[in-house]
């Protein structure tokens, strides 16, 4: 019996002691949803004072239709930039190429037309070339870093088209001709995303 009473009394003292202990706090509570999307992008930017024509590609992993995480790629269209050094052969020119990590934010992605923020952290290079032939000149190698702002449109369920404006921020360039602030530079263009968001 006195077994048996101290069980309750030990249960009426401790069980409301376990019942307040609180619901341990995480970034995404409930039901985490996923998604996918891969995506195209064309668009401008600016290197060593010239607009150049950019392209690329992106893969995303999206969770609960807000957050995203991925990667990027970007890239000059042709031999559009003129190099800033010269050669008697012929002219020199340069391509630039930069990727890597991409992390995002969209609010209210499930409304028409809705708006995030994202940022790529990753490496490029920039390389001198004959623009009449495929023999590299120079070759260098830098970090890069870009933060952007977007609007988007919801197409269809499957399809989305968005705008971004960002600034590309780079280090560590130690080209003939060039310094990290010459590659410094606003970029702009559209993001044709496909995928289950």
Known sequence: MKRFLGIILLSVVFLPLAAQE???ETLFSG????GWAIGSYAGLSIFDDQISIMDGFRVEWIINKNWFVGWQSYE???S???APISSEE???TMD???RGLLVGRMFKSEKLI???LEGLVGWGSVDYHLKNGDREWKEDYFFAAQPSVFAEVNIVTWFRVRGSAGYRFVQGVTME???NYDLWGPVGGFIFRFGRF
Do not use: F, M, Q
């Not at 039901?31 to 996923?34: A, H, I, N, P, Q």
């Open 22 to 24: 609180k619901e341990e």
């Open 31 to 34: 039901k985490v949803d996923y």
């Open 76 to 78: 000059t269209l042709g």
């Open 80 to 82: 559009d930039l003129d």
């Open 90 to 92: 012929e002219e020199i």
């Open 96 to 98: 630039i190429k930069y």
């Open 114 to 116: 809705h708006w995030g």
């Open 177 to 179: 001709g060039l310094d």
